[in-house]
C-alpha cells in the first residue's frame, strides 16, 4: 500500500508540473502571438492609414521575436517567420508611403484595400503557425521523458511490491 502511496503522489506531481509549463508556455510562448493576431485584425478594418501603421507596427513587435520555421514537420513558408516578419517590415514601409496620399483620392482606398488582403493572409500564417510553436520538439520531448519516466518509477514500483 505504501508503494501505491508513492506512485500515485508521483502521477499527481508529473501531471500537476506537466499542466504547469504547458500553461506557462502556453502564456509566454503562444500568447503573444495571439495578440498580434488580434492586431492584424484591427488593422484590417482601419480606416486610416496612421491607425494601421500603429497597429501593425505592435504585431510586428511581437512577431520579430520569432525567427526560423517552428514547423518542425513539413514546414513550409506559411510557418517561417523569417517570411513572416519581411512581409510586415514590407506592409509598415507601404503604409508609411501611402499615408502621404490624399485620404479622399482613390489610390489611397485602393492601396488600403490591397494592404487588408495582405494583412488577412499574414493573419491567417501566423494563427496556423501558434499551434507549431506549442508543439515544438521540446515540448514533444519534454511529454516523453515524462511518460518514461513515470512509467520506470511504476515499474520499478510493481516490482517491488
Known amino acids: 500500500m505504501e508503494a501505491f502511496g508513492f506512485w500515485f503522489f ?8 506537466g499542466v504547469v ?13 495571439h495578440i498580434a493576431v488580434g492586431y492584424l485584425e484591427q ?17 510586428y513587435e511581437i512577431t520579430s521575436k520569432y525567427h526560423g ?12 517567420f523569417d517570411l513572416i516578419n519581411k512581409n510586415l517590415k514590407n506592409i509598415i514601409d507601404r503604409l508609411y ?19 487588408r488582403g495582405k494583412l488577412r493572409t499574414i493573419r491567417e500564417c501566423i494563427a496556423s503557425s501558434i499551434h507549431w510553436v506549442y508543439w ?5 520531448l519534454s511529454i ?3 511518460f518514461f519516466l513515470w512509467l520506470g518509477v511504476t515499474i520499478i514500483v510493481i516490482l517491488r511490491s
Open 10 to 17: 508521483l502521477t499527481i506531481l508529473l501531471v500537476v508540473l
Open 21 to 33: 509549463l504547458g500553461v506557462y508556455h502556453w502564456i509566454t510562448d503562444c500568447y503573444p502571438l
Open 43 to 59: 488593422a484590417e478594418v482601419a480606416a486610416y492609414a496612421d491607425d494601421m501603421i500603429s497597429l501593425v507596427e505592435k504585431a
Open 69 to 80: 520555421n517552428p514547423c518542425w514537420w513539413f514546414p513550409t513558408p506559411e510557418t517561417n
Open 97 to 115: 508611403l501611402i499615408k502621404k496620399l490624399p485620404k479622399t483620392s482613390d489610390a489611397y482606398q485602393q492601396a488600403l484595400d490591397d494592404i
Open 136 to 140: 515544438n520538439w521540446t515540448t514533444v
Open 144 to 146: 516523453i521523458i515524462c
